[in-house]
């Protein structure tokens, strides 16, 4: 943790509600991506991203401070995730995920950068369609570390800490989820490249 950060926790600690807003400025983006990656939804990461701040200034006080801010904060969003998609799959609804402008404006971007090569934009774009539907058809505790492993970049000891499981069990959900993955993908891909 930075000082800046310190002090910040140390004021929302203290009852200070303006010490929040530079903390989710900071980490929003981060708690938007994971969310939008559990619950494949982008309105659904919004409704996480909030309750997980809410979370956030509701219970500093629980936050041991020689711990990491980040994974504590992880440790919530995630939480908050899977608790999000368990209520919706209880209500059995559909929802259906919507692109922001600005994954617009990076598609059009990109596509832009391809147009001299449309046969590589076309498999690149079958093959990325082909890797989120894998994933996607994960069953949710395995599509979590292998959103957190694969995605975030988050170590196992770092995962077991925020799923508050062992390691052995996070190598072992990854170890399947891997192995659900080169067969999903076998058709499209190397899969000794998985």
């Known amino acids: 943790m930075d000082r800046t950060e310190t002090l910040l926790i140390a004021d929302l600690c203290e009852g200070d509600e303006t010490a929040l807003a530079p903390l989710v400025e900071r980490y929003k983006r981060m708690v938007y991506r994971l969310a939008v990656q559990i619950t494949k939804n982008h309105?659904?990461?919004?409704?996480?991203?909030?309750?997980?701040?809410?979370?956030?200034?509701?219970?500093?006080?629980?936050?041991?401070?020689?711990?990491?801010?980040?994974?504590?904060?992880?440790?919530i969003a995630v939480n908050e995730a899977l608790n999000f998609v368990k209520r919706r799959e209880r209500r059995r609804e559909c929802t259906f995920e919507t692109a922001t402008e600005a994954e617009y404006e990076a598609t059009a971007r990109y596509r832009a950068q391809l147009a001299n090569d449309p046969q590589t934009h076309?498999?690149?774009?079958?093959?990325?369609?082909?890797?989120?539907?894998?994933v996607n058809s994960l069953p949710l505790k395995h599509r979590t570390v292998v959103i957190l492993h694969e995605f975030e970049g988050l170590t196992h000891a770092e995962i077991a800490s925020i799923l508050n499981c062992s390691e052995g069990t996070v190598r072992s959900r990854l170890h399947y989820a891997r192995k659900k993955l080169r067969t999903l993908l076998k058709p499209y891909v190397d899969a000794g490249a998985i």
């Open 43 to 75: 309105a659904d990461a919004d409704d996480v991203m909030q309750e997980t701040f809410i979370k956030v200034y509701r219970s500093i006080h629980t936050f041991r401070r020689d711990a990491a801010f980040e994974t504590w904060l992880y440790r």
């Open 122 to 134: 076309a498999e690149k774009a079958e093959l990325r369609q082909y890797v989120t539907e894998a």
